[in-house]
């Protein structure tokens, strides 16, 4: 399955370089009410308490199925200054995330209530929903998770094929920079304004 990652461009090319791509953990997504259920007669501070047991097991990498957003290009690539990757992920192995009006409700009356639990990783306010997101879930325990300044990271992979870079209305590459990409077989595509929608496509 095609989907896309931006970033800013010093770690854009950082990940190249070093072929990996950073894991978003719990403590930094940029929602707070990621992972953040209506459970039934549970506090605020025991939802926390619930949310932090999963720090260090917990980790997405994250991913849009739309490449020509330009909001996305703002919040995501350094208001276009930055990359977008493109990869080929098995299907299998990704999570669409769905957007709805208000929080998960889990029951804990319910027999499998507990099983109700990873569809709140995967629930976002409806005012999300431009993103289009997928997410492939990671277990922060598994001996594959680089760590490297307090941060985490998955290295690429036949499941995490980076195949194509696109680079954003206002990014400026060097030479050395494009032939990083040159050396590892991966195309650069200038993304441009579409004079007849608010949309960025590729160069053709």
């Known amino acids: 399955m095609k989907v896309y990652h931006f970033m ?120 999300w929903r431009y993103e289009r997101e997928y997410r492939l879930s990671l277990d922060l325990r598994s001996d594959e998770i680089q760590k490297e300044n307090g941060l985490l990271f998955m290295p690429f992979s036949k499941e995490l094929k980076l195949v194509k870079a696109y680079i954003g209305l206002r990014c400026d590459l060097t030479q050395k920079d494009k032939d990083m990409f040159l050396k590892r077989s991966i195309p650069l595509v200038n993304m441009v304004q579409n004079t007849k929608s608010y949309t960025l496509v590729p160069k053709a």
């Open 8 to 127: 800013a461009k010093q770690y854009a090319l950082e990940n190249l370089e070093k072929s990996r791509l950073k894991i978003a953990t719990l403590e930094n997504l940029n929602d707070p009410y990621e992972f953040f259920p209506n459970v039934d007669d549970t506090s605020n501070s025991d939802l926390k308490e619930f949310r932090r047991h999963f720090h260090g097991i917990l980790g997405f990498l994250c991913f849009s199925k739309k490449l020509v957003d330009p909001i996305q290009w703002a919040h995501y690539a350094e208001n276009h200054n930055g990359l977008c990757f493109e990869f080929e992920i098995p299907r299998k192995y990704l999570q669409k995330v769905k957007y709805v009006d208000s929080p998960i409700y889990v029951s804990r009356n319910s027999a499998r209530w507990k099983e109700q639990i990873p569809n709140v990783t995967l629930c976002k306010y409806k005012s």
